[in-house]
């Protein structure tokens, strides 16, 4: 056994260095090893990278889908007679929001013309399939039973304005 200290060869029952006097672990000073930084395994990188590149993968992948118009439809109109209006106005396009302000109404306004052809808001109501008016244009019929117990029809017009499906127009 040497001294932790100065190298020096010692005795196992030696208490002390004769050279520097550095208690021995006979001595009762037990030496303790520095522990070294803790490196992750080339496991543990390869993991951390999959996982990173599966995220990378899983962003670029929604950020590239389209919500499809019969989606983006229900959405909308559910806002509208839930009279969340600050969702609802998330789907307008510009050419609906002219639309709105060149016959003085507002989101609002829409809403409660909705709420009014439905009959209330615990009418119940589903969702058309969408049908191709023009490229690039669809529209979702919209039954319903109204209060007085005839059948209803609104048809919501959306338009792709590059990635997304907008709301441009309802017809009652």
């Given at each position: 056994m040497n001294c932790v200290k100065c190298g020096a060869e010692l005795h196992e029952d030696q208490k002390v260095c004769i050279q520097c006097g550095t208690r021995t672990a006979a001595g009762g000073h037990f030496h303790v090893e520095e522990k070294q930084a803790w490196r992750p395994s080339k496991n543990?990188?390869?993991?951390?990278?999959?996982?990173?590149?599966?995220?990378?993968i899983v962003i670029?992948?929604?950020?590239?889908?389209?919500?499809?118009?019969q989606t983006v439809a229900q959405q909308w109109f559910d806002?509208?007679?839930?009279?969340?209006?600050?969702?609802?106005s998330r789907y307008h396009s510009e050419q609906f929001k002219h639309e709105m302000q060149t016959t003085m109404s507002d989101?609002?306004?829409?809403?409660?013309?909705?709420i009014d052809r439905l009959g209330g808001v615990q009418t119940a109501y589903t969702f058309g399939a969408p049908s191709t008016v023009s490229?690039?244009?669809?529209?979702?019929?919209?039954?319903?039973?109204?209060?007085d117990g005839q059948p209803g029809t609104?048809?919501?017009?959306l338009g792709q304005f590059g990635r997304k499906w907008l709301i441009t127009g309802v017809a009652y």
């Open positions: 543990a990188i390869y993991g951390a990278i999959g996982g990173a590149l599966l995220l990378i670029v992948a929604m950020s590239l889908r389209i919500v499809p118009p806002s509208m007679v839930s009279r969340n209006y600050s969702k609802a989101t609002q306004t829409k809403s409660e013309m909705i490229p690039g244009q669809v529209s979702v019929p919209v039954t319903f039973t109204g209060s609104i048809t919501i017009l």
